[in-house]
Structures are given as structure tokens and as C-alpha cells.
């Protein structure tokens, strides 16, 4: 069966997260991101109205990431009520017909990690492991898919990129705050861009996998990468190879080819030249991202090509509020049916999550982006369904081509 659904990420939708590195990020005196968390979409509490309002729409799946800060509040301490509050989540989503996608880490660690050295530390991986395979234990018996690590080549682009200057005195208020060299990979892994936290997330996402397989025999388990298109012009060309290699090609290589399948999450094109890279096109959000049709089956072509294993599409979206949304209604049926065309042509695809239910609280952006399907009043809470999660649900009860 072919997945329709969307995606979701636990400290973006739940709210009072207090454990996790990025609450404490956000509260520092001298903090890069724009507004605090809060109570974000109250998910922990709405999740069956909203489940049930993702199945009203003609979807089968729905992707949640298990936050780690809230199952493991202190170091090898689980907690059985959160353990039983995303065991609920899973059956209410059995209970509508929607197949769980579960996610182990989504962006935040419990603070008691970065402490103790977090990605950047020789121990993280068996923590890691124990974690994933405590998960599995408990959930795995009635999910479809698990993905270790979301947008694991992230520390792949931040070295690519370089250290952000504008990040520092944030970076230096943590320092004081965890007591360690935030490089450790503390929120989004954003100061932690080496050769030594690279090399980390990998081991984390391998002995996951192993720990995964010898707990849930046949539990599809994998990693998801972020994958962009990627072109040159003239000038351009050995920068790109560069970026390809290092942080699309290699966490393929090394992540993509150990587990039962990669999760694709693509948003976009990146253009490379003699001055440096610019978007993929010129039909831009507001937040300077440009919507590129192709770019979702380019990326699956390329994950396919380098991997050889099924991919599924784990987050692929636009950044459009309300009076925009009719370019996100026109974008998803028109990168689909390129995607349709690669499954045609024998690309293992085997589902499409979108990016996201609701508009949530998009890290250091805050609550000024508006990836939602469904719309999400910030005084209220109050849910509104757009007019581009009923196309997408139209193209689900239609399928695509070769799916």
C-alpha cells in the first residue's frame, strides 16, 4: 500500500518540552531564535482531534517523531506514562485507518546528553541504541516504518557551510548554561558541523538499526536525509561536486545503505556558480525558498540511485500562509506527477508525507512559517483546514502512476 499522509516532529507540535536542549536554547539571554516554543500546537493533548481530522482527509499515514527529553528525563530513567501517552497516539491512529511512521530523534536531545557530550561523544551511540531499542520494544509491534535520526547529514551541511558568526553569542551563552563546548551538537546540531560528530550520528544511526532489527524482527527501520536538487552554471560546477559528495553522496553511502529504506525529505533546488549558490528558481516564499517541482523526484533519483533501497518521502512542503496557499495547491500536484514519472520509471517509492499537518513552531523562525496543511491560530489554537490538504488528499484517493 502506498503512504499518503503527513508529518509531524514532537517539540514542534506538543509543547512544554522542558527537557530537550532547545527549550533551554531559546530561553538564553542572548538566544538566535525569535520567540520560545510554549505550548506550541498542544498536540499532546489534541492529537486524536487532529488524527482524526488527517483521516477526514483521505490520508492512510502519519509520521510523529517520539521525544526523547520526555521518555528518558534523566539518563537510563524511563518514563512509563509517556512510554503509554505515544503508545495511545499509535493505536488512535491504528483505530483510523492511518499507518504510524515513527521518528526516534527529531532535532532535540535531553539536556542531560549535551551534558554528558552529546554527538560529539564515543558513549552516544549505545545511549542511542538503548533508546531506539526501548522504543521499538514498546511501539514497534504496531507501526510501519521507524527512522532513526531526522536530517542526519544536517552536521555534513553545517560543515559544508561553516560556522554561522551570527550564532555565537547564543553559543557561548550555552557554553556557560550545558557547562560544555555546545559543538557537542546541542539544537539541530547547529554549532556541531566535524569530522567527529559526523562520524557519530552514523554509529548512532547503525547500532539503532541493529538494535531495531534484533528487537523487532521485520520492522522496516532507516535514516532521513535532507536532499535538495542540486545544479551548476558555468563556474559553478566544482562546488557543487563538492557539496553532492560531502553532504548528499556520503551520508548516503554511509547512513542511506544501512537499514530497509531512506527517508527523503526535499524542499527545494540550490543552483551553484562562480559566486557562490543562489535558490533554484525564482517562484520564492517568504523565507527565500524556492518552489521547484522536479526537485522532489530529482532527489528520490538520486537516493535511489546511490542507495539501491525503497525510499520513502518523509517531508517535502512550502513555507505559504493563508493568502498563499493557492501556490501550495498548485505546487504538490505538480512535483507529484514528476514524482509519479520517476516511480514510472522504477524508482521504489513506496509514500508521500508531507510537510507538515499543522503550522508549527519552525525553530529559530518561531512561529512566522506556515508549512500547515492545516492552518493553527496562535491565540486560539484553533484549527483551520486549507484548501491545499483537500487537493492533497484528492491525489491520494486517485494515486499515482506506478504507485
Known amino acids: 500500500m502506498f503512504l499518503w499522509g503527513a508529518s509531524t516532529a514532537a517539540y514542534q507540535v506538543e509543547g512544554g518540552n522542558t527537557n530537550a536542549d532547545v527549550w533551554a536554547l531559546e530561553h538564553l539571554a542572548r538566544?538566535?531564535?525569535?520567540?520560545?516554543?510554549?505550548?506550541?500546537?498542544?498536540?499532546?493533548?489534541?492529537?486524536?482531534?487532529?488524527?482524526?481530522?488527517?483521516?477526514?482527509?483521505?490520508?492512510?499515514?502519519?509520521?510523529f517523531s517520539v521525544e526523547w527529553s520526555r521518555v528518558e528525563p534523566a539518563p537510563g530513567e524511563y518514563s512509563a506514562a509517556a512510554l503509554a501517552h505515544y503508545s495511545r497516539i499509535v493505536d488512535t491512529c491504528l483505530g483510523l485507518g492511518l499507518t504510524p511512521v515513527v521518528t526516534l530523534h527529531h532535532t532535540t536531545t535531553p539536556q542531560w546528553l549535551v551534558r554528558a557530550g552529546g554527538w560529539r561523544s564515543a558513549s552516544t551511540p549505545a545511549v542511542f541504541s538503548g533508546y531506539a531499542q526501548r522504543i521499538a520494544a514498546a511501539l514497534g509491534d504496531r507501526i510501519g516504518y521507524l527512522c532513526t535520526i531526522n536530517e542526519a547529514n544536517t552536521p555534513a551541511q553545517v560543515a559544508y557551510d561553516g560556522p554561522d558568526p551570527r550564532w555565537e553569542p547564543m553559543l557561548a551563552d550555552a557554553r556557560?548554561?550545558?557547562?560544555?563546548?555546545?559543538?557537542?551538537?546541542?539544537?539541530?546540531?547547529?554549532?556541531?558541523?566535524?569530522?567527529?560528530?559526523?562520524?557519530?550520528?552514523?554509529?548512532?544511526?547503525?547500532?539503532?538499526?541493529?538494535?531495531?532489527?534484533?528487537?523487532?524482527?521485520?520492522?522496516?527501520v532507516g535514516v532521513t536525509l535532507a536532499i535538495p536538487a542540486v545544479s551548476a552554471v558555468d563556474g559553478g560546477e566544482e562546488a557543487a561536486e563538492r557539496y553532492v559528495e560531502q553532504v548528499l553522496h556520503r551520508p548516503l553511502r554511509e547512513m542511506g545503505t544501512v537499514g530497509d529504506f531512506v527517508g527523503v525529505q526535499n524542499y527545494t533546488g540550490l543552483v551553484f556558480g562562480p559566486d557562490g549558490v543562489r535558490p533554484g528558481g525564482d517562484d520564492l516564499t517568504d523565507i527565500g525558498m524556492a518552489l521547484v517541482p522536479g526537485s522532489l523526484a530529482d532527489a528520490c533519483r538520486r537516493a535511489y540511485a546511490v542507495t539501491g533501497k525503497p525510499l520513502l518521502v518523509?517531508?517535502?512542503?512550502?513555507?505559504?500562509?493563508?493568502?498563499?496557499?493557492?501556490?501550495?495547491?498548485?505546487?504538490?500536484?505538480?512535483?507529484?506527477?514528476?514524482?509519479g514519472q520517476a516511480i514510472a520509471d522504477g524508482v521504489d517509492v513506496r509514500g508521500y508525507l508531507h510537510w507538515s499537518l499543522l503550522d508549527n513552531y519552525e525553530w529559530m523562525l518561531g512561529y512566522t512559517a506556515f508549512f500547515g496543511l492545516v492552518g493553527v491560530d496562535r491565540r486560539t489554537l484553533r484549527r483551520r483546514v486549507r484548501p491545499s490538504a483537500l487537493v492533497l488528499g484528492g491525489l491520494a484517493r486517485r494515486g499515482l502512476p506506478g504507485a
Open 31 to 63: 538566544t538566535a531564535y525569535r520567540e520560545p516554543s510554549g505550548d506550541a500546537c498542544d498536540f499532546h493533548t489534541r492529537f486524536a482531534a487532529d488524527l482524526a481530522l488527517l483521516a477526514a482527509l483521505g490520508l492512510n499515514a502519519f509520521r
Open 314 to 339: 518523509t517531508e517535502h512542503g512550502a513555507d505559504l500562509d493563508d493568502s498563499q496557499d493557492h501556490r501550495r495547491a498548485a505546487f504538490i500536484p505538480a512535483a507529484l506527477a514528476e514524482l
Open 176 to 220: 556557560a548554561y550545558f557547562g560544555v563546548d555546545p559543538a557537542a551538537g546541542v539544537g539541530t546540531f547547529v554549532a556541531a558541523g566535524d569530522e567527529t560528530t559526523i562520524a557519530t550520528v552514523a554509529e548512532a544511526h547503525r547500532r539503532a538499526v541493529a538494535a531495531v532489527h534484533e528487537t523487532r524482527p521485520g520492522l522496516p
